[in-house]
């Protein structure tokens, strides 16, 4: 049918844009992993010989399983923060009688909308050792002690930028946790009411069960998200993850790989960035298929 | 709920929430007010306090931001990049949505999963080789590349939400126009563009959070200084000034400026669309 035909037409722009920006270049990553190409000259085919070098080698294996592992720990740290504060405030946040929920509402989620490079630019002014606003504030309380180079001693530079990040966060999360909990028909907490169910003991029987599909979702998002960290890190730390890789993640470690090639001569070229790469989508599409089968085990029918 | 919530919220625990609820906004907030006041402040006043007000406020540090930082001219191309890519995103979006919503057509399945697979893994993944593809075609280092990146990157979850607002209207009205002898263009542009207006809002609305506040993008495709984005600029202007922190936190004010102002006006389409798409 000729109408049918020209409607296809109006798929093409974006078929040809998705196919040539996104589609194209995810196949075409993979295969330049498997090359020692340095972004100029030929492409050399050397087999797993990036990955194994990626596995194997101290000076690239190494900063990746330390990279790995801060983003784990990030991934720990802002579960426990965005799912147990985003809880928390949600539940207070979901009573009626509450004033201004919207203002909070507003005010909680601002931080996520935010550019957060700009945003990390200030709190790193606020955490500054000699001028900044943190430590000054403990001076003037007589705790002086406690003061201290937030981000620039190792054993407490990640632990700063974390809790950057996750206050960061946390506004998304009581916001998700909110329209999850409109979504529990009054009736069941009436009917639990009515059994004897006092408001702490309804929030533990009924409706945390209830949102079990919402927070096996978060748990992922929150999986992707961390890994994709790179902006408000590179912002409080730089690009090498100071002090001495304390604070390295994959992105960062990624555009080093990739990237340092070109700006210095550092870098490990194109194809052992692209095996970075590779891994790190590995790691998130294994995860996500995980995650996906849970979820949809646990979907609940009101 | 309201039974209980009465009970929760009675004398003295009333209050102790109240006291949460405005603490953790105190902590939220605090670190922009405290931005606000510091760009404001002369270089001796910064090393003198953090936490004080200004003697004079100096308009000062912003004119030297907008004027000899270049955030004027990275301002426009900020604004060129991001309106831009969400009319890209918006366009070619609602049009591939359209088709995928109404008609049956061999590979449709298929070819929705190939759409939706670019939400699961991140475009940063894949960044590699469109360096190599734009450094090829001539469009490393310019504008209309980045542009086009955006609108690819961003296609995925235009098409997620569009598909399923146009599922949602009811078929009546395009049927009359088949009738009528319109054509499938004139039905998407004269019918359909207009009926799916609150979901394009809420698509554009996150198209423009994603564009306008990102870094990494631009760190790779854009080498020139003249044609940084903003955030990429303020990022530059960093390095220039490492202790001129009065400097800095306003350009950083700049770059927040446009986001709070729409957030103002248009809370509802960020929440809605920002809890629908979290991806960056």
Redesign the interface.
């Given at each position: 049918m000729r109408?049918?035909k020209?409607?296809?037409?109006?798929?093409l722009?974006?078929?040809a844009?998705?196919s040539?920006?996104?589609?194209?270049?995810?196949i075409?990553?993979l295969l330049?992993s498997f090359t020692d190409w340095m972004?100029v000259g030929p492409k050399q085919f050397v087999g797993l010989r990036n990955y194994v070098h990626l596995f194997t080698e101290p000076r690239l294996a190494r900063p990746f399983w330390r990279a790995l592992s801060h983003n784990l720990l990030l991934f720990g740290v802002s579960m426990l923060f965005t799912v147990g504060?985003g809880l928390s405030?949600a539940f207070?946040?979901s009573?009626?009688?509450?004033k201004?929920r919207g203002?909070?509402?507003?005010?909680?989620?601002?931080?996520?909308?935010?550019?957060?490079?700009?945003?990390g630019?200030?709190?790193r002014?606020?955490f500054?050792p000699r001028?900044?606003?943190l430590n000054?504030?403990l001076r003037?309380l007589g705790l002086g002690d406690w003061t201290h180079a937030w981000l620039g001693e190792l054993n407490l530079a990640f632990p700063t930028i974390m809790s950057v990040w996750c206050?960061r966060l946390t506004?998304?999360y009581i916001?998700?946790f909110m329209?999850a909990m409109l979504a529990i028909p009054?009736e069941l907490?009436?009917a639990a009411?009515v059994d004897g169910c006092?408001?702490l003991k309804?929030i533990w029987y009924i409706e945390l069960p209830l949102l079990r599909p919402t927070l096996l979702l978060l748990t992922l998002?929150n999986f992707?998200?961390s890994?994709?960290a790179?902006?408000m890190i590179?912002?409080l730390s730089d690009l090498s993850g100071a002090p001495l890789g304390q604070s390295d993640v994959l992105?960062l470690f990624?555009?080093r790989t990739?990237?340092g090639s070109v700006h210095d001569p550092f870098g490990e070229g194109?194809g052992m960035?692209?095996a970075v790469?590779?891994v790190?989508?590995l790691l998130?599409?294994g995860v996500?298929l995980l995650f996906f089968k849970a979820i949809q085990k646990s979907q609940v029918e009101y | 709920m309201k039974i209980n919530g009465q009970r929760i919220l009675h004398g003295g625990s009333r209050g102790l929430l109240y006291f949460l609820l405005i603490l953790y906004a105190a902590v939220t907030l605090f670190p922009f007010f405290l931005s606000v006041v510091s760009s404001f402040k002369e270089l001796q006043e910064l090393y003198a306090s953090a936490l004080t007000f200004p003697a004079v406020w100096q308009w000062e540090n912003y004119r030297i931001a907008w004027v000899e930082g270049d955030f004027s001219l990275y301002f426009r191309n900020s604004v060129y990049v991001t309106g831009l890519a969400i009319v890209g995103v918006l366009l070619f979006g609602s049009m591939a949505s359209y088709v995928l919503a109404r008609y049956v057509f061999p590979g449709r399945t298929a070819l929705s999963a190939f759409f939706l697979a670019g939400l699961v893994i991140p475009f940063r993944l894949a960044v590699l080789p469109v360096f190599v593809l734009l450094r090829s075609v001539g469009l490393f280092d310019t504008l209309g590349g980045l542009i086009l990146v955006y609108i690819a990157a961003d296609l995925s979850f235009a098409i997620f939400i569009l598909t399923n607002y146009f599922r949602s209207i009811p078929r009546e009205l395009e049927e009359a126009a088949v009738v009528d002898g319109a054509g499938p263009f004139r039905i998407y542009f004269q019918i359909m563009l207009p009926l799916v207006r609150p979901a394009l809002a809420t698509v554009g609305i996150v198209v423009f959070v994603w564009v306008w506040n990102d870094f990494f993008l631009p760190l790779v495709f854009i080498q020139t200084a003249g044609k940084s984005t903003l955030v990429l600029g303020l990022f530059r202007f960093f390095g220039r000034h490492l202790y001129e922190w009065h400097y800095v936190l306003a350009g950083a004010n700049i770059t927040l400026l446009p986001v709070l102002m729409l957030y103002l006006f248009a809370s509802r389409q960020f929440i809605e669309g920002l809890t629908v798409g979290v991806r960056k």
């Open positions: 109408h049918k020209r409607a296809l037409l109006l798929l722009p974006a078929l844009v998705y040539l920006f996104v589609a194209y270049p995810y075409n990553s330049y972004g504060l405030f207070i946040l009573s009626r009688r509450l201004g203002f909070f509402k507003w005010v909680y989620f601002l931080p996520y909308i935010l550019p957060a490079l700009s945003a630019f200030i709190w002014y606020i500054h001028w900044g606003a000054e504030a003037s206050l506004g998304l916001l998700f329209a009054e907490r009436d009411k006092g408001r309804t998002l992707i998200t890994f994709n790179f902006d590179y912002a992105t990624f555009y990739a990237f194109l960035g692209a790469a590779s790190m989508a998130l599409i996500s | -």
